[in-house]
């Protein structure tokens, strides 16, 4: 009872500790002014994601090592203790007794293997190289997804505005048609008109703020923040012109692209293991070494070994033919994915350029459009002002700049958001993880 006690009580103050350190990592977030890049930061830290993939990349380093082991000599220690009796036949025979005692040291070096060890070592390089792009792909994939959910939350903000601007229009245009009505100038359903446009326009605002807290909601989990945080983002939504050529961000993409690298990694490795299939038909050298002390009494018996083994494979129930054959499909496979994986990368980057092009066209038609609206909306307040427009002139005014601006805004989030997926197309999305954070992350 009191183990289990002191166990619970342990648990207790770990768990808080734990929940204070956490709570004052989220508070270094709280109520500061994030750049994407500063977004970018906080989930390469925190995302479990990628804490579970640096955890995999230090996993293949240890086996780096463990295959390098191989080039090194082996020490064992061993001791043992028996004891026998040796009874002569007869019952009223003495028994015989003896203890025996051993200690002993051996020491194993292998000499030359035909090249297995190095082979293994190689293939095992590869493979955490492998490993390691594997890293950079989820980094890139989660990376590109915050920048979505970072823009889409600018959207949302700026939609929001929008509609704030709307409504207070909305309400501006409503205490235009009461004056008028109550000065006898205009009828009263203009009025009744003016309420309705002005509670479409309340709708309208509060989908846009409930879209800011989704949106919200989203880019905490993009960033991996486990518990609701107050901050604010930088709006970085101004438009930039860009020049991209097919030939050269293809070029670049068949250089970045980390699936690419990880799967000529991975060719690497399988050329490794076909030799090391192949070497399996050849003899081992190694030498070995034995130092034992023994006997039935101190002081004991002392006895030294020292040769040479070769050990010459003759038949393995063709076990060795039917693994080199193996490795050989299996580097033919790989080598078959990566003309696919760049045919994929091709199409890839051609559809990104693609939905650049379309967004920067769009952009520059809605820019236009919210000039013509603005100016279409003044002209529409003029004219109701003095008697020449009707209070439905004026609503299809307000709700046509309204719906330009909305187009904007979603034009210029799809231009950002289509030069971050050309980023992701040819493998530069900004994603790095330092030697000094993959060595002490836990």
Known sequence: MAIGLIITAHLILFTSIFSIAWAQQEKGVDDKM?????????????????RSKIAEVNAGKSRVGQSFSSFLPSLDFSSGYSRSEVNQGHSNALSDSRDNYIIGFSLSQNIFDFGRSL?????????????????????????????EEYYSHLKALRLEKVNQEAFASAELH??????????????????????????????????????????????????GLSEPVSYQIKDDLEFKTSDY?????????????PELLELE????????????????????????????????????????????????????????????????????????????LKLQIRKEVEQALLSLREAEEMLSATEIAVEQAKENLRLAEGRYDVGLATIIDLTDARVLLLDAETDRIHALCDHKIAGALIERAVGTIPFSISNLELRTED
Request: with cysteine; net charge neutral; proline share 3%.
């Open 119 to 147: 082979s293994r070592w190689r293939m095992s390089k590869e493979e955490a190289r492998a490993i390691s792009y594997v890293l950079n792909t989820t980094g890139q994939d989660i990376v590109f997804e915050l920048e």
């Open 245 to 257: 050529q097919i030939d050269e961000i293809l070029s670049l993409a068949y250089m970045n692209r």
């Open 265 to 340: 990694a991975g060719l690497k490795a399988m050329s490794h293991n076909i030799d090391l299939c192949r070497q399996e038909h050849f003899p081992k050298l190694t030498a070995r070494f034995y130092y034992n002390w023994e006997g039935e009494s101190t002081p004991l018996d002392r006895e030294w070994k020292a040769g040479v083994t070769l050990d010459i494979p003759i038949f393995s129930g063709l076990d060795t033919s039917y693994k080199l054959s193996e490795a050989r499909d299996n580097w033919r496979g790989a080598k078959a994915r990566i003309e696919g």
């Open 174 to 223: 409503l205490k235009q048609a009461r004056g008028f009505y109550e000065a006898g100038t205009r009828p009263k359903i203009d009025v009744a008109r003016a309420e309705v446009d002005v509670s479409n326009a309340k709708v309208d605002l509060i989908k846009a703020e409930n879209g800011v807290r989704l949106s919200k909601v989203r880019l905490d989990n993009a960033m």
């Open 34 to 50: 994030l750049s994407l890049e500063d977004c970018i930061g906080i989930a390469v830290k925190r995302h479990p994601d990628i």
